[in-house]
């Protein structure tokens, strides 16, 4: 515990003013209640363009994911965890009894590349591997089930690609502040998802680089019936470069090697305090006497 307050002070006088060390990189600024802009167009992985609007006129509620298709970071392990959700909640769908959500039957998800040089190449790549990897975690359904499966999963997930300000108009509405460093070719941004109505109102978020069963659910359940729920904590993560030689990355480094000596001492301290107290009772070499 000395370590942590002794590191938090550190970085306390230390770090940069505003928002720390991503200051003005990303943010998010969550917007219940907006409405989304559903003339915007997007162009999908097969290089056919629609707007917003017409992925909601299927009747069915959407839930909209900003990322970029090279990032190896947040965007890795937010596809990651959606994945392995959307492939039990197919699963799962084959029983009666349960409430589960499944693309292209309940959702549409539209995947969107905040990168302003990705292209339909790249959107139709990923959406295979996504499939791919879906359709192996498919397999203790019956070819029949799983055929099925992917039939319906493929018609109801779209990774898209759009010009950059028509993309910047979607993620401004919900919130969703990002910036694109050109020199590293990298976009530094949030992560998050929204669920909509089909009427484009913004009903929830999903945020951080994970899935719940429980809040994908309920998020699609309440964007079907267009109910607002008061958001509760946000858990801003997200992707972020920095110049490995500037200031911040150096005061970074610097904590993070401070807390490590802090942790390796303070535990040093503490076993040694715990041997001196309870030092080890050994038995004399001729063993127990009466």
Known sequence: MMAIAVVAFFFA?????????????????????????????????????????????VGRPVMLLPIFYKCNGVCFAELDSLTKMLIKEVAVSTKKTVESVVPGRDFDL?????????????????KAEILGIMNEGWKKLTPEQRDE???????????TIG????????????????????????????????????????????????????????????????????LGDVFLLGCFKMEASSPRTRTIIQILNTSAVLTVLVLGISMFRMFKK?????????GPTA
């Open 163 to 230: 010009k950059e300000a028509d993309v910047r108009e979607l993620t401004a509405t919900m919130g969703f502040e990002y910036t694109y460093d050109e020199k590293r070719d990298w976009v530094n941004h949030p992560a998050a998802a929204v669920f909509l109505a089909g009427s484009g109102k913004i009903i929830g978020y999903n945020t951080g680089g994970q899935f719940a069963t429980v809040t994908v659910r309920s998020g699609i359940r309440d964007a079907e019936k267009g109910i607002v729920e008061p």
């Open 149 to 159: 499966a992917y039939q319906t999963v493929d018609k109801g997930i779209h990774f």
């Open 13 to 57: 006088i230390t770090r940069p003013r505003g928002r720390g060390v991503f200051e003005d990189s990303f943010n998010l600024k969550p917007a219940i209640g907006a409405q989304m802009p559903l003339a915007t167009p997007l162009t999908d992985d097969k290089g056919v363009t629609k707007t917003l609007g017409e992925y909601l006129q």
């Open 278 to 286: 309870y030092p080890s009772n050994t038995l004399p070499s001729g």
């Open 110 to 126: 539209v995947v969107v590349s905040i990168h302003p040089k990705e292209t339909v190449e790249l959107a139709r790549a990923k």
